[in-house]
């Protein structure tokens, strides 16, 4: 079992809806969650962190986390073109560094 | 400007013709780490650095060095680099150990071909 889990995709939602991109994990000690959004050819860059059971809102994102059920989930409100990259879901361990998922590719036409 | 700075962003080489990446952060931060990005792989961790003269081994080290000197520098040195260290590179930093609060930072990348 790999250690976080995405689904590949590519996700495909028409301009305006809601996106909604899952991670599992599996290291139960994990403590820090994080999304990232990657465009092709570019490096990753910081959406969202997160670390307590629950929502936390940014903008139009939200980042929900599920620690019994080991689920993190990033929810993107009115997706725009400019959304279209891959998300990639990071799990802080404790041992120094983020494990990270393979990514989910969002396309969101208009 | 905030920033991680790698050089080069491309690079082309041969089997066995060693190599550095240079990585440099404006940050003051503790901790600085290397990344390897694959088709399918992800991101897999190379070393990291939690401190000057204090380094550790990722998940994917062989055939890999790295020095930390000083606080603000991490280059990754590929001793006598092979075709599948061909790939993209990620320099990142975070203000101390990694959590919600101190998340990592990634420099612009660095492609290397080797053939």
């Known amino acids: 079992q790999k250690e976080v889990e995405q689904n590949s995709g590519p996700l495909s939602v028409p301009e305006g809806a809601i996106a909604s991109l899952n991670c599992t994990y599996s290291d139960r000690g994990s403590q820090s969650f994080f999304w990232y959004r990657q465009y092709s050819g570019k490096s990753p860059e910081l959406i969202m962190s997160?670390?307590?059971?629950g929502d936390k809102e940014d903008g139009r994102f939200t980042a929900q986390l599920n620690k019994a059920s080991q689920y993190v989930s990033l929810l993107i409100r009115d997706s725009q073109p400019s959304d279209s990259a891959t998300y990639l879901c990071?799990?802080?361990?404790?041992?120094?560094?983020?494990?990270f998922g393979t990514g989910t590719r969002l396309l969101v036409s208009p | 400007e905030a920033q991680v700075t790698q050089n080069p962003r491309y690079l082309i080489t041969v089997t066995g013709k060693k190599l550095t990446v240079t990585c440099s952060q404006n940050?003051?931060?503790?901790?600085m780490s290397w990344y390897r990005q694959d088709p399918g792989l992800g991101l897999r961790q190379i070393y990291y650095s939690m401190n000057v003269e204090v380094t550790d081994k990722g998940d994917v080290p062989e055939g890999y060095k790295v020095s930390r000197k000083e606080k603000r520098n991490f280059p990754l040195i590929l001793e006598s680099p092979s075709p599948n260290q061909t790939s993209l590179y990620f320099c990142?930093?975070?203000?101390?150990?990694?959590?919600?609060?101190?998340?990592?930072?990634f420099g612009n990348g660095t492609r290397l071909t080797v053939t």
């Open positions: 940050m003051n931060h503790e901790y």
């Open positions: 990142a930093s975070s203000l101390g150990r990694v959590t919600y609060n101190s998340p990592l930072h």
């Open positions: 997160i670390y307590s059971n």
């Open positions: 990071a799990v802080g361990t404790g041992f120094q560094k983020l494990v």
